[in-house]
């Protein structure tokens, strides 16, 4: 790899250690607060609901400069959020301002890779990026789970007096990572990728959005490899929750001991994204797709678990699945869209994509918590909805593969 990559990878750990510490600690302040639990999905949901509405906006500002100043300004607007909270803001409306920063960094930190590297390289630069964000989860979930720890709260409490609580130290910690990744964002190299000027009128990118956004869907390939990162996007994040309120449930842990269970899905996903890397080359990345279906039944037998150990290898297992069949389908979108539209408006259509299904599973999920289901038939629900629909995508490729052989009989036809 290029040595710039690097430090595109560096940015990129550092931003997501921070987005994932932060998550567990806003949760903290939340439960301090003694807010609704219904409260702590809906952290995510505002945190997402940036990814949607200004999707037609963020790929336009992401091609309009180098990529380095879109992820240095955007890490900026995060901190901005994190202060606000520390400042009184409710922790929803402080970590909706850092979603409005993580959806313009977005387009930039992958829209990178398909202007600085070539195309043969993006499954491999796509099991690095994924294999360090899961590292960053990894890291960041168990640093969120320390930072809210009852020990390390008083702690700070007694170290910093004036501040009344200490779970504003925990939020400054979150603030020094992303300041970290904002350092390296001024080594994140220029591509000499000519740049769009960004169009003023905002009627025009809506209507510029959805010809793009109706242009990938049409394409036979593009289809099924945004219809697989959409439904993988809004189920982890969605399992992300879901996992914290089981490891309460039926492993009788708190939120700071459950992120090690976030966690252990995070090495169960890193094993995936690497053994992808290695053995899926990009022309054959839709074959992966019954490992989608299977995850969704593996995902059920978590209701079934009342083990520590039993649980941390099912979360394992279930990761390396995830891993495995989302990597290489990220990177033929990838490749698709930055063929049919460029770099930063293809992400755009992707995150608009995903993080509409992140919305709606996640208030399906609050919705849930509100109604008091059982967490185990809301797992039941969960697993049983991913695994039918990857069984409909599977369907809908062997449909499309069939289409595109009869065109080619026939085009050897017309040639004899």
């Given amino acids: 790899m290029p040595g710039g990559f690097y430090f595109i990878m560096a940015a990129q750990f550092f931003s997501a250690l921070a987005d994932n510490a932060l998550l ?29 509405l200004l999707a037609a906006f963020v790929g336009a500002f992401a091609d309009s400069m180098p990529k380095w100043r879109v992820m240095l300004i955007t890490n900026s607007i995060k901190i901005v959020g994190c202060l606000l909270i520390v400042f009184g803001a409710h922790p929803l409306l402080g970590y909706a301002i850092v979603g409005i920063g993580a959806a313009a960094y977005s387009p930039a930190k992958y829209g990178i890779l398909t202007e600085y590297l070539p195309h043969r390289l993006l499954v491999v630069a796509n099991g690095w990026i994924e294999g360090l964000t899961v590292g960053a989860i990894i890291t960041g979930t168990l640093l969120g789970g320390i930072l809210v720890a009852p020990g390390v709260v008083d702690r700070f409490d007694a170290w910093f007096p004036w501040l009344h609580n200490g779970l504003w130290v925990s939020l400054f910690v979150v603030v020094l990572l992303y300041g970290v990744a904002a350092v390296f964002n001024f ?17 025009y990118l809506l209507h510029e959005f959805g010809h793009y956004f109706s242009l990938l869907w049409r394409d036979k390939l593009g289809q099924i490899s945004l219809a697989v990162t959409t439904l993988f996007w809004g189920a982890g ?180």
């Avoid at 807010?35 to 952290?43: F, G, K, M, R, V």
């Avoid at 080594?187 to 009627?203: E, F, I, Q, R, S």
Wanted: net charge neutral; with cysteine; glycine share 8%.
């Fill in 187 to 203: 080594y994140v190299p220029d591509t000499g990728v000519a740049h769009v000027p960004l169009k003023k009128n905002p009627l």
């Fill in 24 to 52: 567990i600690v806003a949760m903290g302040i939340l439960r301090h607060i003694e807010a609704p639990p219904e409260y702590e999905p809906l952290l995510k949901f505002f945190f997402t609901l940036s990814y949607v």
């Fill in 237 to 416: 994040a969605t399992l992300q929750l879901i996992v914290l309120k089981w490891a309460e449930v039926n492993l009788g842990m708190s939120l700071s001991q459950a992120t090690l269970l976030q966690g252990v899905v995070a090495v169960g996903i890193a094993i995936g994204s690497v053994a992808a890397a290695k053995w899926v080359a990009l022309r054959e990345a839709p074959r992966v797709v019954p490992l989608g279906i299977l995850m969704g039944f593996v995902t059920i037998g978590m209701v079934f678990v009342y083990s520590l150990t039993l649980a941390m290898v099912l979360m394992i297992v279930i990761g390396a699945l995830a891993g495995f069949f989302v990597v290489p389908m990220n990177a033929m979108l990838q490749h698709r869209g930055h063929i049919l539209m460029g770099a930063g408006h293809s992400i755009a259509v992707q995150n608009f994509n995903e993080n509409l299904a992140i919305l709606v599973m996640i208030g399906l999920y609050a919705l849930l918590l509100y109604f008091d289901v059982s967490i185990h038939w809301v797992i039941a629900l969960f697993g049983l909805l991913v695994s039918c629909t990857m069984i409909a995508v599977w369907a809908w490729h062997r449909a499309n593969q069939r289409h595109i052989d009869s065109l080619h009989l026939l085009e050897m036809i017309d040639r004899h």
